[in-house]
């Protein structure tokens, strides 16, 4: 285990990566680690990883799973190379799972807004949960982005903030007029009151003035979207998608979304052009005279 907690100290150093996915890799590594646990790590093989992989498949767990434990293993023994631990990645020749693109979950306009009306709220609380919300929808933050945003991050005069994404990477991303009066009257009649003097350099914070966590998010999304008569699975990454979604249905460039996203690959970012196309393709089919839809009536 000390090699993994050397590794895991690389990526939380070296490569910038945020706890949560330290905490991922280090859970898989200790599965593959106790599935092989009579030999040495300089003692595995390829065909060892293909029947850990293997047996991962029968246990019945997804490609995109498999997907993760390859990259796990395959970035912990290019680390044992390089600290000469290894004379050949055993991992290098085996093939990632190929995955279908699966369609994110967004919500229409009207739904955003219906959560967004089922948020507003006067208690301090309240004001803090519709800041929160405004903030995700506006700028497409992930989670962990919007947790740890703090006060020098944001700049509501000049319409951006500063968000620090995968790896540590810094992007601008703009921030729109309802987001901003959210946050003006958050910072001026709801943070005080968390905050107690405490000087806590986060924007959002909980009840003893801590930045807030990401179950607290989550949980407050679940419980706004239940407000709002939304019966689907909604979650902050969701906000995230209905972001990116609608400014593409609006009009906007792929590679300006990319951008504010903090997408480092234009493809990821081209899964809401599917998204785009699906929703066209259904107008079609609802409004053109020739369409198959129509024509069935």
């Known amino acids: 285990m000390d090699l993994i907690k050397r590794f895991l100290e690389h990526l939380r150093v070296e490569e910038g990566m945020s706890e949560n996915t330290i905490k991922s890799y280090f859970h898989e590594l200790r599965r593959f680690r106790e599935w092989f646990a009579e030999k ?8 060892d990883i293909q029947n850990y992989l293997s047996e991962l498949i029968q246990s019945g767990l997804g490609a995109r799973s498999i997907k993760h434990n390859l990259a796990v293993l395959r970035s912990f023994f290019r680390f044992m190379l390089e600290e000469e631990l290894l004379q ?19 919500l229409s306009k009207d739904e ?30 992930r989670v962990s982005e919007l947790t740890g945003l703090r006060l020098d991050q944001i700049h509501l005069d000049a319409g951006y903030i500063t968000a620090f994404g995968k790896g540590k990477k810094e992007r601008l991303v ?18 005080p009151f968390f905050d107690r003097n405490r000087n806590s350099p986060y924007l959002f914070l909980s009840r003893d003035g801590k930045a807030l966590s990401r179950v607290s998010i989550f949980k407050l999304i679940k419980k706004t979207a239940l407000k709002a008569g939304i019966k689907s ?32 690959d234009i493809g990821t970012t081209e899964i809401y052009t599917h998204l785009d196309r699906k929703r066209i393709q259904r107008e079609y089919d609802l409004r053109h005279p020739r369409s198959r839809i129509r024509s069935e009536k």
């Open 88 to 106: 050949k990645d055993p991992s290098e020749l085996i093939e990632f799972p190929k995955l279908a693109k699966r369609l994110p979950r967004v």
């Open 40 to 47: 040495k790590w300089s003692e595995v093989k390829q065909r």
């Open 112 to 141: 955003v807004e219906k959560m967004l009306k089922a948020a507003e709220d006067n208690s301090v609380r309240g004001i803090r949960d519709q800041a929160i919300l405004e903030v995700l929808y506006a700028c497409g933050l």
């Open 233 to 264: 699975k909604v979650s902050p990454h969701t906000l995230r998608h209905c972001f990116a979604t609608h400014l593409l249905e609006g009009g906007a460039n792929l590679r300006a979304v990319q951008l504010m996203l903090g997408h480092s």
């Open 174 to 191: 703009p921030i729109g007029e309802s987001a901003i009066s959210a946050v003006r009257k958050y910072l001026k009649q709801s943070r």
